[in-house]
């Protein structure tokens, strides 16, 4: 017979008067035992409460901001028989072993911290983590939420992170309990547990291919005591380094990227810039513009670059719309707007929105809808110097155009040398989806745009 019975705060060591910062259920929702009711935090520790038995929450006894300490009713749960508290009996009124597996409920994180930490997600087709790491569905997380016995609650012992790290490490099926805090006191980051994951992959590959160079068999990151060789000073990297740092990690290390290197004869196409440039003074209008259109022909004319693979690695979503990502340098790191429907707009149109776009990067107001949608990128460093890089493609999109400085150069033209403006491009693509033949026609395909903008009638 159902009885209603009352889960309360175990022994939590030292602790008491501790305030509840996160209610990790809802009345209705079914528990198993040990699974996690609440979250609650002092100053020197992060802990759950665990269910004490397997039921049904009748009635949530406390609310965030609460201060709690051992002996707390904190829900009353209606459990399937008594006795249950030794979880026996409970297994009776527990969810089936798939609900068990995927408790109810666990809240997702905040919105705010959502989009403030978290690199968009790698595409499950190109991350090793879809085939070890569970993949989190809307509200059944994949795995059970981290709970710690009364035993595993003392200072030093207990995860100490925030709620929406501690939400994002039960969606990634991290046990808190294993990363290592790199924050004050210990606490542990978003990027520890994103570390932490990246290792375990790392682990995970090289035990799956043998040790014998299946994964990434990585060495330990050197710790240097540079002060020992002279003074040294230490600055935090910016929020957007951070972010557009793992993402070009991730990129960088699971695309095979090759970069095929083109030139393209600008001579013509600079007499009309300037000639453009001069009839619309009130806006600049840079080679940037050209090759923007340029581009947009080369998508059309070869459709496999403007493609993203789907979540399952086996099919190509191929796109019908030309939104194009600038890459942009502002002082706090490099972030890529983008362009919407570049298709449909003319030069002196892109020129204005280039314009406004940059200049909302540069002054920190881009929201992440400016930096959605991206089909290609391009990264323009020709406005600086330099006459060739290799770009890394922004994932989940196929391949990216890198531009370094024009010069004019000596050009044989079958009878004589002629000094022509050349501007040196460099298309890195992801030889999963794009082979060496079709970049070789992709970048032949610009350049002869680029020297004969007639061509874009076409
Ligand atoms: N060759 C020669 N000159 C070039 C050129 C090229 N390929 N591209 C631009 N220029 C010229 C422009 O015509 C302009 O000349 P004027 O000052 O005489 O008018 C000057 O260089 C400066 O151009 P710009 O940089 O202001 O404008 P842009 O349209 O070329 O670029 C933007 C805009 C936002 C892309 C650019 O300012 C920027 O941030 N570039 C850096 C991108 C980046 O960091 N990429 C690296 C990513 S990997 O870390």
């Not at 911290?113 to 968009?120: G, H």
């Not at 190109?126 to 595993?152: I, R």
């Not at 291919?209 to 003074?231: N, T």
Request: proline letters at 8%.
């Amino acid at each position: 017979m159902a009885q209603i019975k009352e889960a309360k705060v175990p022994d939590i060591g030292d602790f008491t008067d501790v305030p509840v910062i996160e209610l990790l259920v809802a009345v209705g929702d079914k528990v198993v035992k040990d699974q996690g009711l609440a979250t609650l935090e002092s100053d020197k520790a992060t802990m759950e409460v665990p269910a004490p038995f397997a039921g049904t929450v009748r009635e949530l006894k406390i609310k965030v901001g609460d201060r709690i300490g051992e002996g707390a009713v904190v829900a009353m749960i209606e459990v399937a028989e008594a006795g249950s508290d030794d979880g026996k009996a409970a297994s009776a009124a527990a969810p089936a072993p798939d609900q068990a597996a995927a408790p109810a409920k666990a809240p997702a994180p905040p919105p705010a911290a959502a989009a403030d930490a978290l690199p968009p997600a790698p595409a499950r087709a190109a991350s090793p983590a879809a085939a070890t790491a569970p993949a989190p569905s809307a509200g059944t997380p994949a795995s059970p939420p981290v709970a710690f016995g009364a035993d595993a609650v003392a200072p030093g012992k207990v995860p100490h992170a925030s709620p929406a790290v501690r939400a994002f490490a039960r969606e990634l099926g991290v046990d808190l309990g294993q990363v290592a805090g790199s924050a004050r006191a210990g606490r542990i980051t978003r990027e520890d547990v994103q570390a932490f994951v990246k290792q375990a992959l790392a682990g995970a590959g090289a035990r799956s291919g043998g040790g014998s160079g299946g994964g990434l068999d990585l060495l330990p990151w050197p710790k240097v005591d540079f002060a020992k060789y002279g003074p040294v000073r230490s600055e935090p990297l910016s929020r957007i380094k951070k972010i557009s740092g793992a993402n070009l990690a991730r990129n960088w290390a699971m695309i095979p990227h090759v970069t095929q290197f083109d030139e393209a004869d600008i001579t013509l196409m600079e007499a009309f810039r300037k000639e453009l440039a001069g009839e619309h003074k009130d806006v600049k209008i840079t080679p940037l513009v050209f090759l923007i259109k340029a581009v947009v022909a080369a998508l059309k004319a070869f459709p496999r670059f403007n493609a993203s693979l789907d979540a399952s690695g086996e099919n190509l979503v191929l796109k019908d719309y030309f939104h194009i990502g600038i890459a942009v340098d502002t002082p706090d790191g490099l972030v890529v707007p983008v362009l919407r429907d570049c298709d449909g707009k003319g030069l002196v149109e892109l020129s204005r929105e280039l314009a406004a776009i940059s200049a909302k990067a540069r002054d920190r107001k881009l929201g992440p809808g400016d930096m959605a949608g991206g089909c290609f990128s391009i990264s323009s460093l020709g406005g600086i110097g330099g006459t060739a890089f290799t770009p890394i493609i922004n994932a989940p999109e196929v391949a990216i155009l890198g531009v370094s400085r024009s010069s004019t150069r000596p050009v044989w033209d079958g009878t004589a040398f002629e000094p022509r403006l050349m501007l040196p491009l460099a298309l890195s693509y992801d030889h999963r989806v794009i082979d060496g033949a079709d970049a070789a026609r992709f970048t032949s395909f610009l350049a002869r745009t680029l020297g004969d903008l007639r061509r874009l009638l076409l």
